[in-house]
């Protein structure tokens, strides 16, 4: 059975060295839509495959770093990257281009990671991430598997290249949550939400 979770924030990027002039030379935002998609051949005591509630706790969080910031790609120009960094507290820095097709292979693996580090508790079993589907607008989204998540071809993706800036984290309800995922150290998802 699959389930699908929906979230959504506002970000700004450029997408250097795509075809439109637009997207690759200027810096502009879209409302996102972030559709997450968990399975598993079981149900837990609840009667579901993961209960929605969880999800608003790690995986909320994570999403909602993008939200009213900018990303960039660490490879971008030093000089714009330092603009942002001054105007922007709210930014993050991936060690890919912020594409709608990249977003998903970052979520992807951020989520992977908080199913891999989080502590089930109410019989919850082999849940694992379906897919993530991104909704840059209304009409075009990239959904990105978990082959497409570690594909090297389409770019490597190391978590600790990943860079929140400090306001993001410091709007974590766990200060360490970050050193957590990378580590792999175990999240704890109590019953009551």
């Not at 909320?60 to 900018?70: N, P």
Request: proline share 2%; hydrophobic share 35%.
């Amino acid at each position: 059975m699959i389930i699908r979770k929906l979230f959504k924030f506002e970000n700004a990027h450029i997408v250097r060295g795509c075809s439109t002039q637009r997207c690759s030379e200027n810096i502009h935002g879209h409302s996102y839509k972030v559709e997450i998609l968990l399975e598993s051949n079981y149900l837990d005591n609840g009667q579901m495959v993961y209960d929605f509630g969880l999800m608003k706790r790690s995986i909320k969080e994570l999403i909602d770093a993008f939200d009213h910031g900018v990303t960039w790609w660490n490879r971008d120009d030093k000089a714009y990257t330092d603009a942002m960094k001054c105007h922007s507290k709210r930014w993050v820095e991936l060690p890919v281009s912020p594409s709608a097709e990249q977003f998903s292979r970052v979520i992807y693996l951020l989520v992977e990671r908080v199913l891999l580090c989080t502590k089930m508790n109410n019989g919850e079993r082999e849940v694992t991430l379906h897919s993530v589907i991104v909704h840059e607008t209304d009409t075009g989204y990239a959904q990105g598997f978990k082959e497409d998540a570690h594909s090297e071809l389409m770019g490597k993706i190391a978590l600790e290249d990943i860079i929140f800036s400090t306001q993001v984290q410091s709007e974590w309800s766990d200060s360490n949550f970050w050193e957590k995922l990378l580590t792999s150290s175990p999240i704890t998802n109590p019953q009551k939400v």
